[in-house]
């Protein structure tokens, strides 16, 4: 194909990605990387691909250094291409149609994450046109199934070819970046951290016997008193690092009686209290303060006339960033006792520390850009494959700028009908994201 018969700006590159219907698990991401593969090839850039199934492959982009120097470490960007499901949502337009309208781009992944990868695919194409002697490699990488479990993405990337991410130290990935308003003020949350994501099997034993008769203090008596008490109570007060740091910072932004109040987020002993009466804004502080665990399968039980003597529970558990697995066994039992078996079925574990060398960097950035903004660093309550980038050595940080207008709500939208991202915003990030590339990495140092 010739150079002008693929797209070259951030808002067309996602409007081209969404016309590609890539439900994980569903239909296959092969067709949407390809396009992105001969895309880039198109404007000189060299590719390859990595695969644990060819039709779900990872594709790897390097612009190489002019005259490397060293110290500084390759420039990463990276995104998914794979989205969620539609079925059962009511769209009010095609939610693979691309369609742009009022100033805003409609469709499954504008928002997770196919904006954003729009983005970082143009910050590409201008590197490779433009031509700006940056000493040290820029690569861009578009994977396949983060929204499943990544066992054909970053996953196994990282078990099975770790040589491609020799010598990285940084990347850039999903969620943060963008403005939101919090009690009056601006914010570009950061993301510098995110949750551990585990999965853990409760086990209750009791009496067992035939169903003719009542029986008392049975299993599944027992395990639904614990399942209640779950429900209803908060997992202890946890505070580690990255949300301290996180906090401190918001505290100095907003300032005053709110900078104050913030600040005694951080002491456990009011916490709760404190977060009870912050309303929604205590909603979304809650889970970076807490481990925090939803009960999600039932089981046991084989016979209508037969009381089981074991039934169990599997619940989705997230850690805050650096608690072990250990202290969060020892959250749920400070909860339901000790007469429990608890048996983790999985558990992706985080990083042990966060190394913010660039965090400074992107907050004088985005505070370049829009002066009237207030950059914080952000701790993710949910994961990305930033998790599995740890492994490596890899910090990650949530940086895809975006100025979104106030009456926006990204959250709502995100895995939501009516997926949609302004124009606007995606414009904005992308100019951001080269400026950041060429004028404020090396920098760092």
């Known amino acids: 194909m010739m150079l002008n018969q693929y797209p070259t700006d951030a808002v067309e590159i996602t409007q081209k990605l969404i016309q590609f219907d890539t439900t994980t698990g569903v239909v296959p991401e092969r067709d949407c990387i390809m396009y992105i593969k001969e895309m880039l090839e198109s404007h ?121 991410f020799e010598g990285m130290k940084y990347a850039i990935g999903e969620i943060g970046g963008f403005s939101l308003k919090i009690m009056g003020k601006k914010l570009y949350p950061i993301q510098i951290a995110e949750k551990q994501v585990a999965e853990v099997k ?67 002993a009011l916490t709760d209290l404190l977060l009870n009466r912050l309303g929604a804004a205590g909603s979304l502080f809650d889970p970076m303060l807490h481990n925090s665990l939803n009960v999600t399968i039932v089981g046991g039980g084989e016979a209508i006339n037969v009381i089981p003597s074991q039934v169990w529970c599997r619940c989705d558990l997230r850690l805050v960033p650096e608690c072990t697995i250990e202290e969060a066994i020892q959250d749920i039992k400070s909860i339901i006792g000790n007469e429990f078996e608890i048996e983790v079925l999985k558990y992706d574990k985080g990083s042990k520390g966060v190394d913010l060398k660039l965090y400074n960097s992107m907050a004088e950035a985005i505070r370049s850009a829009d002066p009237s903004g ?72």
């Open 44 to 164: 000189g850039i060299e590719t390859k691909l990595i695969s644990r199934d060819e039709q779900r492959p990872n594709l790897i982009a390097k612009i190489p250094a002019v005259e490397p120097d060293p110290k500084i470490p390759p420039f990463v960007m990276y995104g998914h291409v794979d989205v969620v499901s539609t079925k059962d949502q009511e769209w009010e337009k095609d939610p693979f149609g691309g369609i742009i309208e009022d100033g805003y781009l409609w469709g499954r992944g504008a928002i997770d994450m196919k904006g954003e990868l729009g983005m970082f695919l143009e910050t590409m194409i201008r590197l490779a046109d433009e031509k700006p002697q940056l000493p040290f490699d820029v690569v861009c990488m578009a994977v396949s199934d983060e929204e499943g479990r990544s066992d054909y993405g970053v996953k196994y990337l990282v078990e099975n070819h770790p040589e491609v």
């Open 202 to 268: 409760i086990i209750a034993k009791g009496e067992g016997g035939h169903a003719s008769m009542k029986h008392k203090d049975t299993a599944m008596e027992r395990l639904s008193v614990a399942i209640t008490k779950l429900s209803q109570k908060r997992l202890p007060v946890r505070i580690t690092p990255p949300v301290r740091y996180m906090l401190e910072q918001m505290a100095e932004s907003f300032g005053g009686v709110v900078g104050q109040g913030i600040k005694l987020l951080l002491k456990p």
């Open 374 to 445: 207030y950059p914080v660093p952000f701790v993710l309550q949910a994961v990305t494959d930033g998790r599995f980038l740890s492994r490596v050595g890899i910090q990650s940080y949530g940086f895809t700028p975006m100025d979104l207008p106030e009456n926006y709500d990204f959250a709502s939208l995100s895995h939501n009908a009516n997926e949609r991202v302004p124009v606007s915003a995606l414009e904005f990030g992308a100019k951001l994201i080269y400026r950041y590339v060429t004028e404020y990495y090396k920098a760092c140092f």
